[in-house]
Structures are given as C-alpha cells and as structure tokens.
C-alpha cells in the first residue's frame, strides 16, 4: 500500500524560529493536505494543494506540492507558543479512491 | 455551528459490552469516514460511505459496522469490544462528487473509547 514518510518526527524549538516539515511517499499523489491536531482535539484542516509546484499561504503557514508529486512541505515562520501540536501530512491519489494517506506527525514544542 | 459533530466524547466500558459512537455533519457533505487513532497517534482509515453506500471498507474486524441512515450521519456500533479496540475515534467528511470537488476531509473532536 501507499506509504508517506514524514519527518521529523518531533522538533523542540524556541519561540520566533521558523520550523520546516516534509513529507514523501512511495507513490505519486494528487492532492496534499496538512493538518495540525492539539491535544484532545480532532485533526483542523490547515493548508491544502492541488497541483505540482503550488505553493501556498495561511497566515504564517506556508506549504508546497513537490513537483515530483510525491513530496509536500510545511513552513511556519516566526513560530508562537500557540503552534504546539501535532502537525499531518495526508496524501490522495486521483479517481475514485476517496482515500487519504497520513503521515505518522511532528509533534511541535515551541519554549516561550 | 460545529461543522462535525460525536457523541459521546468519552465512552468508559468493560470488555465484552457493545457500544455506539454517532456522527452528525452540517457541511452538506456527501462522504463520511471513521478514523482510529493509536496511542502513537497514527491515523487509519476504518471506513467511509458516499451517499449511504459502504465505499472504504478496511481490514476491520466483523465486530465493527458503521450504519449511515443518510448523508448527514455516519454511525460506528462496536460488538464485544476488546482491550486491543481502545483508541480515538474520529469521524470526518468530504465532499467528492460535486465537480470541482476539493475532496478536503474535515474532522469531529473524537471519541476516546477506553475499554476495561
């Protein structure tokens, strides 16, 4: 089956920093989405891709489609103690699969 | 206003019982899933229904069967659960068959099934 690696898998940063995340899979995607979940919340739709090559903003969330289709990334510049949380990684091919792939997480610590 | 919606929020049961976790969205979506979440945090796609019909069907033991009575619910009934089927649950929807569809799944707060 599909597989998406992502990585890191956690990352301890101070506040202001920025932080990069990937992801990449064994299989070419169609669309790339990044959620990030706080705790004992359900995952929050952050930034979502359609095309190879895009790249897109939320706020100080930035996010690109690979062109190889088979890789995303997350930015977050000049991270806040708010940006705690678990950030995912999800994949999809075309067609009909409804399917989507998620990544195991980056777990974000932000010291204030 | 909540987009997706579970009940309950915490469901507490002993080995064996059988239990039932609902679903509501209001977003006019025509796809629904059910997600498990491990205590790693690892997210896996149970099942998922268009339009009532079963179209994702995971291996998943015979003891869960989701029941969706229309587009709008989407319910999980678990038989003779198991210390192994604690976890939490999510539901989450999409919309897939309009065209332009940005198939962009949105997610329920969870359901954390303990079992005893």
């Known amino acids: 089956g599909q597989q998406l690696n992502q990585s890191p898998q956690s990352m301890f940063i101070q506040e202001g920093e920025d932080v990069s995340m990937n992801c990449t899979s064994s299989s070419i995607f169609n669309t790339w989405l990044w959620y990030k979940q706080d705790p004992g919340e359900g995952p929050v739709l952050l930034i979502a891709?359609?095309?190879?090559?895009e790249l897109t903003s939320n706020g100080r969330l930035t996010a690109q489609f690979g062109t190889t289709r088979k890789d995303s990334f997350l930015n977050i510049s000049a991270s806040i103690p708010s940006d705690v949380g678990i950030y995912f990684c999800?994949?999809?091919?075309?067609?009909?699969?409804?399917?989507?792939?998620f990544g195991k997480g980056t777990l974000l610590t932000v010291n204030p | 206003d909540t987009a997706v919606s579970q009940t309950p929020k915490y469901l507490v049961t002993q080995m064996g019982n059988d239990k039932s976790i609902k679903c509501e969205q209001n977003?006019?979506?025509?796809?629904m899933y059910w997600y498990k979440q491990d205590s790693k945090k690892f997210l896996k796609i149970m099942f998922s229904y268009n339009n009532k019909e079963l179209i994702i069907n995971e291996t998943v033991p015979n003891r869960f069967s989701p029941k969706s009575p229309d587009k709008a619910h989407l319910n999980l009934h678990i038989n003779s659960l198991e210390l192994g089927d604690s976890a939490v649950y999510f539901c989450?929807?999409?919309?897939?068959?309009?065209?332009?569809?940005?198939?962009?799944?949105?997610f329920g707060p969870g359901t954390r099934l303990t079992v005893t």
């Open positions: 977003l006019g979506h025509d796809t």
């Open positions: 999800a994949g999809r091919s075309g067609g009909s699969n409804y399917k989507l792939t």
């Open positions: 989450a929807s999409s919309q897939e068959t309009r065209a332009g569809g940005r198939y962009e799944q949105y």
């Open positions: 891709l359609y095309k190879a090559g």
